[in-house]
T-cell receptor
Framework: DGGITQSPKYLFRKEGQNVTLSCEQN?????MYWYRQDPGQGLRLIYY???????QKGDIAEGYSVSREKKESFPLTVTSAQKNPTAFYLC???????????FGDGTRLSIL | KNEVEQSPQNLTAQEGEFITINCSYS?????LHWLQQHPGGGIVSLFM???GKKKHGRLIATINIQEKHSSLHITASHPRDSAVYIC??????????FGTGTRLQVFP
């Protein structure tokens, strides 16, 4: 079955450490997205990529970095510059920007 | 004021009840999505609408572009419908604006 796999489901990080969240899709989708979800707020766009080797900042890109070396993979690195990284992170993909997005099951990041 | 407002924020119902969740938006859109977020956090796309009405099983979604309003209806609700329902509007090719969600609990 095709889908989006995010790993790990739960992630703990010490303050000052970088951490990378994995997102893999086997849907052959061109576009991929990273969102952050905080309690009481709607999802907010961190980064998106419409094609391999290209990506754009979303609304809250500060403290995050991404890469898109392969079509199926779009890892997100939460750097030590991100002041409040504790959140639920969702990865999504779509065939093209106008199509519905498919979402992964998310990764919950907590700071120790 | 948020650009996408959902109501109610929380909703409880008895099994079998008819449920309505509302979404109002204040920006120009090309489409509107209804999403379902399960307790574990995963999100499933239910509908994408640009006009009129769509139906899938017990779920019905409507949109009124002039009034900038959409509703999601669930007929004959069931405990397995318990989830957070999220409205999202597409304002450009790559930008969605999300509502904060409506938490629905259906009791047997």
């Amino acid at each position: 079955d095709g889908g989006i796999t995010q790993s790990p489901k739960y992630l703990f990080r010490k303050e000052g450490q970088n951490v990378t969240l994995s997102c893999e899709q086997n849907l052959n989708h061109d576009a991929m997205y990273w969102y952050r979800q905080d309690p009481g707020q709607g999802l907010r766009l961190i980064y998106y990529s419409q094609i391999v080797n290209d990506f754009q900042k979303g609304d809250i890109a500060e403290g995050y970095s991404v890469s898109r070396e392969k079509k199926e993979s779009f890892p997100l690195t939460v750097t030590s510059a991100q002041k409040n990284p504790t959140a639920f992170y969702l990865c999504a993909s779509s065939i093209q920007g106008s199509r519905p997005q498919h979402f992964g099951d998310g990764t919950r990041l907590s700071i120790l | 004021k948020n650009e996408v407002e959902q109501s109610p924020q929380n909703l409880t119902a008895q099994e079998g009840e008819f449920i309505t969740i509302n979404c109002s938006y204040s920006v120009g859109i090309s489409a509107l999505h209804w999403l379902q977020q399960h307790p574990g956090g995963g999100i499933v796309s239910l509908f994408m609408l640009s006009s009129g009405k769509k139906k899938h099983g017990r779920l019905i979604a409507t949109i009124n572009i002039q009034e900038k309003h959409s509703s999601l209806h669930i007929t004959a609700s069931h405990p397995r419908d318990s989830a957070v329902y999220i409205c999202a509007v597409k304002v450009s090719t790559d930008k969605l604006i999300f509502g904060t969600g409506t938490r629905l609990q259906v009791f047997p």
